[in-house]
Structure formats: structure tokens, C-alpha cells
């Protein structure tokens, strides 16, 4: 699936300086979020990698690989600890969700795995707090690796310090598709 690397007309290097410079808005509807819900939702994730996802707590994301049983990589994921029996591996690209499904299949865990609808944005770059506050009026003064579930004005949503770039920066991830428009042209007005 494509995605957008540049807006306007389309130099990468103008789109760069507006990240490192200032604020950018990105839409990053490629990235897929896995699902992972159940009584044994813990101990399934925790299984499909090498890190610790005790030490992770509700609220909060972690950087994470998720492993063949010899060691390979299959994808490098955020996870999303939405509640104790709730994860979600955000990823942006590979067939996370049908790897997750198959070991599922047999590993003897009551869990479900599926794909939310959930479309993806992020806004990165120095200036991003701002357009944030803008937004919600301090309701996302997050940590670095921290998230919020919230809504903007009935639009819910979960709201993550976390992002692409090695600049500061959010994701917006959309829990109904239909606010899609309204949610974007809400972002460009506050910022």
C-alpha cells in the first residue's frame, strides 16, 4: 500500500525541513493495528515477543519485536496496553495480523485477534505540542511512550505520544472512519 512521503509539490527535502523546523501532519492510514483481547490476551502477546510486557502498563506504549520461535524478526510493532486483557500491535507494514492469527490457531490461549477500525495520523515536528494543545486543550499532555483514549468534541479516539520521526510527536488514531474528513481539516485549523 502507498503512502504519502511529501505534500505540496512533492520535494521531500521541503516536506523534511517542515518536520525538523516546524509541524507536519501525516497520513499514515498504511499502519495496522492487531488487536489482541481475551482472559489470556497477557500471556499470548507476552509469548510473541522477547520483551517484558508485564513492566508495561496500562496507558502506556512500547517499542517491541515481535519473534519467530529461532529468533527472527517478523515486524518491530508499538504496542498499545489498552486495558489488561487489551493489546495493540501498530504496525506499518507485513502481515502482522495473519502471523498473530496462525500462532494463535494452536497455542492453547483464550484470545481473539483481530483488526480494529482504526484509521491512523500523525503529527510530528517541534511544533506539534502546540497544535495539540490547540486541539484539546490540555487533555494530551502525554509522556514520551504514554496514550490517552479520548474523543475530540463526540469523534473518539485514542491519542499516543509516539510516532515515526525522531522529532516529538503524535499519533491520532480514529475509531470510526466516518469522522475521517472532519478529523483532518480539525488538525489543519489548529495548526
Not at 59 to 83: A, K, Q, S
Not at 100 to 118: I, M, Q, R, Y
Not at 162 to 175: K, N, P
Request: hydrophobic share 40%; glycine share 10%; charged share 20%.
Amino acid at each position: 500500500m502507498y503512502q504519502p512521503a511529501a505534500y505540496g509539490d512533492g520535494d521531500p527535502l521541503e516536506a523534511y525541513w517542515h518536520l525538523v523546523n516546524g509541524v507536519t501532519l501525516w497520513d499514515v492510514g498504511t499502519e495496522r493495528q492487531v488487536e489482541i483481547t481475551g482472559p489470556d490476551a497477557l500471556a499470548f502477546t507476552n509469548a510473541l515477543t522477547p520483551r517484558d510486557l508485564t513492566a508495561c502498563p496500562v496507558g502506556r506504549c512500547c517499542y517491541t519485536l515481535i519473534t519467530t520461535e529461532e529468533g527472527g524478526i517478523v515486524n518491530d510493532p508499538v504496542l498499545l496496553r489498552l486495558g489488561d486483557r487489551h493489546f495493540w500491535l501498530s504496525t506499518s507494514d507485513s502481515d502482522l495480523l495473519l502471523w498473530a492469527k496462525g500462532v494463535a490457531v494452536n497455542s492453547g490461549f483464550d484470545v481473539a485477534v483481530s483488526e480494529p477500525d482504526v484509521s491512523p495520523v500523525q503529527i510530528q515536528g517541534p511544533k506539534s505540542p502546540a497544535v495539540m494543545e490547540a486541539l484539546f486543550s490540555g487533555r494530551t499532555a502525554l509522556a514520551p511512550y504514554e496514550f490517552v483514549e479520548t474523543n475530540l468534541d463526540g469523534i473518539p479516539m485514542v491519542v499516543s505520544r509516539t510516532g515515526w520521526s525522531a522529532e516529538i510527536g503524535y499519533e491520532i488514531f480514529l475509531r470510526d472512519a466516518r469522522y475521517g474528513d472532519v478529523l483532518w481539516d480539525r488538525v489543519l485549523a489548529a495548526g
